[in-house]
């Protein structure tokens, strides 16, 4: 099998050409050379001129991986990238990649900056000891003055092309956690272990190019990458957590799932609706399919997708614009609803009414939870809002959630207690109430590599 070289999340044929320099003001590498081997299909080709594309917008290190020489070895920033094209049909393209050379694994470190303050809501007024953070896994050497409490949560190890594969997260919580920046060191192989990512359609690729074309999910690298087509399949996922967009071209709907040690599992399945429920009906009036899909932030620690849609198909108006928000480590996604209105309300619900109604103990607290007394994979799904929800049983008892007053803002969170399957109840720190105040004393985090 040919050498690659590994930049980022893309992997492409070894180059024709390498070059390295260096001087007083640092050392850099350029490859030059022609998509061919394994990325010989035409839609592979145009993902990774997309991808390169938008690596070279980010303004942030990578990790470099080389088959052929492991000792460069290293993290890099795509400086800028040339496409090509001779002839198209033929797959006549070239390229020319021109880099930054940052730092072997030794020379660099990690540093998570670490901001924000506790959301504006009705329930919690001062800061909690849920702040938290994850370090990548397999990462080492982790520092922080007020050394915070460490907790560990298994993850799908996203990086592996095995399903079963796991990673270890430790959860990093303090209330003091954003009075300091947290540093630690992490081997390129390990750089996107229990990290987020979005996959936004598909392309025909290869394992090698003596193996067969297969139908591969895009995985997206930066904000500028890739097209949304109306029933493309949306990925976004963290290894804990994985959302998926629906592919309804009539439905704006999406399905969660958290990952149950081995597997991913306690599918639910969510859709938008706006005004009250008719007669009969699980929700009210819902939405097109989603229409436009744009990548707000996509890097290891955090990931943003904005999804658009519309009411009235006659007209095509109505707008309604739903950002989700997922974190590295994190139990939940966080979503904010904006509609076209401030005088409609804009309401979630499950697909379908639950057989048993939902637990509304803690409703007064700001958050739902599943009530089924043995639910599916013996995990609980929540709802948790930042105000108040419509408290009306004839509501709650189907799993449909309003804010308790019309406005074109609506933000709350759905995630997961996760049960221990040994005690058969969750951790304390996966409980639906802490988790929602991860939620509530939220910790904007910028992963940022730093000289070592």
Not at 4 to 30: M, V, W
Not at 72 to 92: F, R
Not at 203 to 218: A, F, K, L, Q
Request: glycine fraction near 8%; charged fraction near 20%.
């Amino acid at each position: 099998m040919p050498w690659q070289i590994h930049i980022g999340r893309l992997s492409i044929t070894s180059p024709e050409t390498l070059q390295l320099s260096a001087g007083e003001d640092g050392k850099s590498l350029s490859l030059n050379g022609k998509f061919g081997g394994k990325e010989h299909t035409i839609d592979h080709i145009k993902y990774l001129r997309d991808e390169l594309q938008s690596m070279a917008t980010m303004g942030e290190a990578v990790p470099l991986r080389y088959d052929g020489d492991d000792s460069m070895n290293g993290y890099v920033k795509v400086m800028s990238v040339s496409i090509d094209v001779q002839k198209y049909l033929m797959g006549s393209i070239s390229y020319q990649i021109d880099m930054e050379y940052v730092g072997r694994e030794g020379d660099v470190q990690m540093e998570s900056r670490l901001s924000g303050s506790l959301i504006e809501n009705d329930f919690v007024t001062s800061g909690t000891t849920q702040q938290f953070h994850a370090t990548p896994g397999n990462s080492f050497a982790f520092y922080h003055p007020s050394n915070p409490a460490s907790n560990i949560r298994t993850a799908r190890d996203l990086t592996s092309s095995t399903a079963s594969d796991t990673t270890n997260l430790y959860i990093k919580q303090s209330d003091t956690l954003r009075d300091y920046n947290s540093t630690y060191n992490v081997d390129v192989a390990d750089f996107y272990k229990g990290a987020c990512q979005i996959r936004m359609g598909a392309h025909m690729e290869r394992v090698n190019p003596n193996s067969s074309d297969v139908v591969t999910e895009s995985i997206r690298c930066g904000k500028y990458a890739g097209a949304y087509s109306n029933g493309d399949t949306v990925v976004l996922e963290n290894g804990i957590i994985k959302l998926v967009l629906g592919t309804s071209s009539t439905t704006s709907s999406f399905n969660l799932f958290i990952w149950d040690e081995t597997q991913y599992a306690t599918e639910t399945e969510w859709v938008f609706s706006e005004g009250a429920p008719a007669s009969g009906q699980q929700h009210g009036d819902l939405f097109a399919g989603w229409h436009k899909v744009q990548i707000l932030a996509n890097r290891p620690e955090v990931a943003i997708i904005r999804c658009t849609t519309y009411k009235d198909t006659t007209d095509r108006d109505k707008r309604l614009i739903v950002d989700f928000t997922l974190r590295r480590g994190s139990h939940y996604v966080g979503v904010i609803t904006s509609y076209y209105t401030s005088g409609t309300y804009v309401n979630v619900a499950l697909e379908s009414a639950p057989s048993t109604a939902p637990d509304v103990t803690n409703i007064a607290n700001g958050y739902v939870m599943d009530g089924a007394t043995s639910p599916e994979d013996g995990n609980y799904w929540f709802i948790g809002s930042i105000n108040d929800i419509n408290s009306s049983q004839a509501y709650t008892d189907n799993a449909f959630f309003q804010a308790n007053q019309a406005g074109n803002v609506f933000s709350f969170c759905l995630g997961y207690e996760l049960v221990d399957p040994n005690s058969g109840s969750a951790f304390s720190y996966n409980e639906a109430s802490n988790v929602f105040k991860q939620y509530l004393d939220n910790v904007n985090e910028y992963q940022k590599l730093v000289k070592a």
